[in-house]
């Protein structure tokens, strides 16, 4: 019997996996899974949603007109240039099925955002992956992969799951360095969280190319990841393709006057930055001390990496935060399976999660050294 059946490209994506929300068992439980923020949506978000309950049988203004000049008006950007779209996800897949075709490739770096295999692949493309240094995306190392099949480099800064980023003057490098026809997309969905004054998220690269585009959400630091809502800022003839394939109301009312909302309370934005700043570092620098290995992270989370040990694996560390009501994100499908992610969370979750690895590490290995003694 025959069936309908999909391209080779499709059956050859490993569907995504959101990060963990539960711990079976756990009287409490802290995701810390998901790099939410801690604080929550801004009181005027939430405000402006219940204020728009009555509106929900009509249909969005399509094009999102209202956001796109709430963003250009907060970042002083033409809002003609903006797209909105169901989360920054939902970008990468319009990129991607506008510009990349069978027989064309789309470039990431080693330990990149799995969306961007997924979406080239999604579109017929061949996904290529370039080689990190030290979890670090390379730019040498992604020129390198670039050729004529080459339709889309795609560069999260700062990367998901490693939390490290690419300085400012080597992704212009990288802009500067690509032929004309390849479309640089560069992922800032944690813009907000960096402090470094060598970082930039993308706007004057956009600006000074014809060829670069970049994309953010609202799901991170804004906390409206419920409602997905995203942007992307690029040239002129970028967004005129985008907007012939997007679906039509891709961003609902209800996301819309959020994620406005949202823009208008700096002093909730300028909180979870404070927050972020004085926890990412305590919980390097605690983690770091129990004698893990703790990538450097200008985002709102961290890489660990446990020991391949018996008793010591990610693996084991998973199963006894877990069962204290602490859910981490296993990264093995980032080629990282020596690692967990752990978000910035609040006070009492951030302490809980370095109690925890402390017994967890001091437990194991009074077991090792039991078992060193049986076996001499």
């Not at 064309?104 to 240094?133: C, M, N, R, W």
């Not at 670039?146 to 560069?155: M, P």
């Not at 809502?229 to 009312?253: E, T």
Request: glycine share 8%; charged share 20%.
């Amino acid at each position: 019997m025959t069936k309908p059946t999909p391209r080779s490209t499709v059956l050859a994506i490993d569907a995504y996996v959101p990060g963990r929300s539960a711990a079976p068992g756990a009287a409490r439980v802290f995701k810390l899974s998901a790099n939410e923020t801690p604080l929550g949506p801004s009181p005027r978000a939430v405000e402006a949603l219940r204020n728009m309950a009555g509106e929900i049988a009509l249909y969005p203004e399509g094009s999102s007109r209202a956001l796109r000049e709430a963003i250009g008006a907060r970042y002083a950007l033409n809002p003609d240039r903006i797209i909105a779209g169901a989360g920054s996800d939902n970008l990468l897949e319009l990129l991607a099925l506008a510009y990349i075709g069978p027989g064309d490739e789309g470039v990431y770096s080693q330990h990149g955002f799995l969306e961007y295999k997924i979406v080239t692949l999604a579109a017929g493309g061949t996904p290529v992956v370039a080689p990190e240094t030290n979890y670090t995306a390379d730019v040498d190392a992604l020129l390198a992969c670039v050729s004529e099949r080459t339709k889309i480099v795609f560069l999260a800064n700062p990367n998901n799951p490693t939390g490290t980023f690419v300085p400012a003057n080597e992704v212009s490098r990288l802009a500067r360095s690509l032929p004309a026809h390849v479309l640089l997309v560069l992922d800032s969905a944690y813009a907000e969280y960096v402090l470094r004054e060598d970082y930039e998220a993308g706007v004057a690269l956009v600006d000074a190319h014809e060829n670069v585009v970049m994309t953010r959400t609202f799901s991170k630091i804004y906390g409206l990841a419920a409602l997905r809502v995203g942007w992307a800022y690029g040239p002129a003839h970028v967004i005129d393709a985008l907007n012939r394939i997007r679906s039509p109301f891709n961003v609902s009312s209800a996301g819309s006057a959020a994620a406005i909302a949202a823009l208008s309370d700096r002093a909730h934005l300028d909180a979870a930055i404070a927050h972020n700043d004085r926890w990412l570092p305590w919980l390097s620098r605690e983690i770091s001390a129990l004698g893990l290995d703790v990538l450097p992270s200008v985002a709102n989370f961290v890489a660990i990496r446990f020991p391949d040990a018996p008793g010591l694996t990610a693996l084991d560390a998973d199963r006894f935060l877990m069962s204290r009501g602490l859910v981490l994100r296993a990264i093995g499908a980032y080629g990282m399976g020596e690692f967990l992610r752990l978000t910035v969370g609040a006070q009492e979750a951030n302490e809980r999660v370095v109690e925890a690895l402390a017994e967890f590490m001091q437990s194991a290995r009074v077991r090792q050294d039991a078992q060193a003694g049986v076996h001499g």
